[in-house]
């Protein structure tokens, strides 16, 4: 009896394998991470709009995981990205029911509250599986995040975003460092998510060494702020003039700044 039933189990086993390796996906959770990518691009582009026009945005790179576990016979990979929201200390919460109040009834968004009441973190469901989530990360900062979860894996599946024309921004971060009396310590990153109203949303990257001699942060950008100051510490900076958010920060000895521009509402 044993016999039989350790042989079934082994069938099982081949028949679960070969399954996994060669049928065709059946479910959308099983589509792979290079189809799922433009939902997750979109959802960023949402999430940037709802978050409204009086706060600073900041849109981080896509972040690919391999190695996680798809089936018990197979790994697979996840794809996520994140806006950084920064807005007055205190406006979290409204911030965060603003977006899940602006985002499409598709997204069926909601938000929890903690005991005193205030909006704490959101949910919202992008379509094709791809979850997203938003929280506080600290004072006057939110992060929210569109995720695949684990799917399996696409071959040569490069997760940078493509460049999305029609801005000029790329010369921002560099003429930052130069009012700071600082030297760019890299070439401009740039990456961008569609906007739901049609064009893009971009965010240029540049950092620069810092040495203890330059500016003030407040000083050399403070002139340019032509909007509203959202954060004034003497380790960061940022402000919204428009629909261009602009965020100068010192970590360690190093400056860095991150220019956006695109979505409104």
Not at 29 to 49: C, F, M, Y
Not at 114 to 125: I, M, N, Q
Not at 155 to 183: C, H, K, M, W
Not at 202 to 213: E, I, L, N, V
């Amino acid at each position: 009896m044993f016999v039989v039933v350790a042989a079934w189990a082994a069938v099982l086993l081949v028949v679960a394998y070969l399954s996994v390796r060669h049928d065709e996906p059946t479910v959308p959770e099983q589509r792979d991470v290079a189809a799922a990518a433009p939902v997750v691009d979109r959802a960023i582009g949402q999430l940037v709009a709802a978050a409204g026009d009086d706060v600073v945005v900041e849109l981080s790179p896509p972040r690919l995981t391999s190695g996680c576990r798809l089936t018990p016979l197979r790994d697979g990979a996840a794809l996520d990205r994140s806006v950084t929201v920064r807005t007055a200390v205190g406006a979290e919460p409204t911030v965060l029911d603003r977006v899940a109040q602006w985002l499409p009834g598709s997204y069926h968004a909601g938000t929890r509250r903690g005991r005193d009441g205030a909006t704490v973190s959101l949910r919202a469901d992008a379509g094709e599986f791809v979850g997203i989530r938003g929280a506080l990360a600290g004072p006057g900062v939110l992060t929210l995040t569109a995720a695949t979860g684990c799917r399996p894996a696409s071959p040569n599946f490069d997760p940078t975003v493509r460049l999305l024309y029609g801005l000029q921004i790329d010369e921002e971060p560099p003429r930052i460092l130069a009012a700071l009396g600082i030297s760019p310590s890299g070439p401009v990153v740039r990456f961008g998510a569609p906007c739901p109203g049609g064009g893009a949303v971009h965010t240029a990257r540049g950092s620069g060494r810092a040495s203890g001699k330059e500016a003030p942060l407040e000083t050399a950008v403070r002139p340019a702020a032509g909007g509203a100051v959202v954060a004034d510490t003497p380790d960061l900076y940022a402000y919204r003039d428009g629909r261009r958010s602009v965020v100068v920060e010192r970590v360690d000895r190093e400056i860095l700044v991150a220019v956006s521009e695109g979505c409104g509402q």
